[in-house]
């Protein structure tokens, strides 16, 4: 199981090589055995997704297939609302999220053929990028335990990266989904803003928030986006765009794509075994033809600031009740941030969303003029100590959450699509990784470049060692 | 309508975090020049706007 990627399970499903009641029961069996060290899970639906299977085990003895999903096991961050299923947002509420109806993302998985497993661990209300948990259990990090998994996805980062699952969903207000997929050592991709539905899971920023998936490689990213993406009317903000058959571009080869090495911010005071592993990556596209330069890409700083504002406010707001209400159920630095959203002013907010459009307007026609697409590190530093990034007063803790996430935010500000891809190890075996950042919408090209570096450098045959 | 303790209202600029404060300087010194013309919503308009995608062939959402 822990080899399998969804285009290998997809075809050995399709050959009836193996069915979906067997991959479930295995990955059941895996989650048991290994996700007490891990963490990865806070609720496991064993019973829900083994009748799941036997419905789609059925449909193929009928010679019914729903398509490369069917049978594939997959699980949730527990801020998607799944029928049947508590949503604790990382609280220690068990039902502190409830919303109408299924989370739309995930009905279209469920409805694609994917076979629920069950929610995963995150970081308390989304809010931190490092995956600890006081309420369920700090995720710990496959490769390396002890060190952080990333956040606040930590869960879905980790239970891939382990081979409980093929694919998980995330969520992605400042990075959420590409940290811990850097630090665990697999794919993650935030899409454009409006590209996936966010209706049925838990806002944390209405404005800033983003659904997208956690994989094994950039194909299977690439055939999870492709089920979840396009139109819903149950989001306001989705948008009414056409859907590319992702999958059907990622062997197109990458000669003559402009790739721009942004130079400057994302590389200040970055880990030296990072930033080689960054320009090597950006290396070996240049060896498959693309034409890397090294650009310089409007100054990030300022709207990071801007997104502060943005989503101090709205996440204030949104979780205002159990700030008022229920204060000492939350850790001390996720309280410390959602306190200070109650003091920014109407007018700053508004401010900072008129800021925003214009960094968007100027970024994309600047950034974008001489390249297709960028290539930026992910994370500062490999995947920290735990005990270390939570260590000290909340607001020493709020600063260190700030420095790991500078370098994803500029791109849930921009609303920008952005895939984490992995990019070798650190000499101690913890993961590196990079971002490859494209135009709005434009999630093909960033996949496709992806795709082409992940098929030439061949990390993802690596796995952590856990059996 | 929602009531905040006291330690926590607006009009307590003594209880105000510093954290918040800087995000209002930031503001502050940031919006000088934003044109009158410049709205909220732009930003997604920005996004919808790009037209220098080039897409695969399509299927509807």
Partial sequence: MADWTIATLSRAITARQVSPVEVTRECLARVGKLD?????????????????ARELEAELGAGLSRGPLHGIPVAYKDLFCVGGLPTSCGTKTRDYFAADRECSAVGRLRDAGAVTLGKLNMTELAL?????????????????????????????????????????????????????????????LKP????????????????????????????????????IAGYDALDATSSRRGVPYYERVLDTPVEGLRVGLAENYYFEGLDAEMAAGVH?????????????????????????EVCNVVTRAESAAIHAKLVRERPHELGPAVRARLEVGLH????????????????????????????DALVVPVIPEPAPVLDAVKAGT???????????????????????????????????????????????????????????????????ARRPALD | MLSFPSRTRMSDPDRTPPAAADLAAAIARLAGELPLTEEPSGFVAALENDPDVREAREHSG
């Fill in chain 1, 344 to 371: 920014v002013s109407a007018h700053d907010y508004l401010q900072a969303l008129r800021l925003r459009a214009r960094y968007t307007r100027e970024f994309v026609a600047r950034a974008f003029a001489e390249a």
């Fill in chain 1, 280 to 304: 090597a990556a950006a290396k070996v596209l240049a060896d498959l033809g693309a034409e890397v330069a090294p650009v310089r890409v409007p100054d990030p700083a300022p709207l990071v």
């Fill in chain 1, 394 to 460: 909340p607001e020493e803790v709020v600063g260190r959450m700030g420095r790991f996430s500078r370098l994803t935010r500029p791109f849930n500000g921009l609303g920008l699509p952005a895939v984490s891809v992995p990019c070798g190890f650190s000499r101690d075996g913890r993961p590196l990784a990079f971002q490859v950042v494209g135009r709005p919408f434009d999630e093909a090209t960033t996949l496709r470049l992806g795709h082409a570096y992940e098929r030439a450098a061949g990390w993802v």
């Fill in chain 1, 128 to 188: 931190g990028p490092f995956g600890d948990n006081p309420h369920h259990g700090d995720v710990q990090n496959p490769w390396k335990r002890g060190h952080a998994a990333g956040g606040s996805s930590s869960g879905s980062a980790a239970a891939v990266a382990a081979g409980f699952v093929v694919g998980a969903l995330g969520s992605d207000t400042g990075g959420s989904i590409r940290l811990p997929a850097a630090c665990c050592g697999v794919v993650g």
């Fill in chain 1, 36 to 52: 007490p060290t891990i963490r990865s899970f806070i609720t496991v639906d064993a019973d829900g997704a083994l009748s799941a």
């Fill in chain 1, 192 to 227: 454009t803003y409006g590209r996936v539905s966010r209706a049925g899971a838990m806002p944390l920023s209405w404005s800033m928030d983003h659904v997208g998936p956690l994989t094994r490689t950039v194909m299977d990213a690439a055939l999870l986006l492709g089920a």
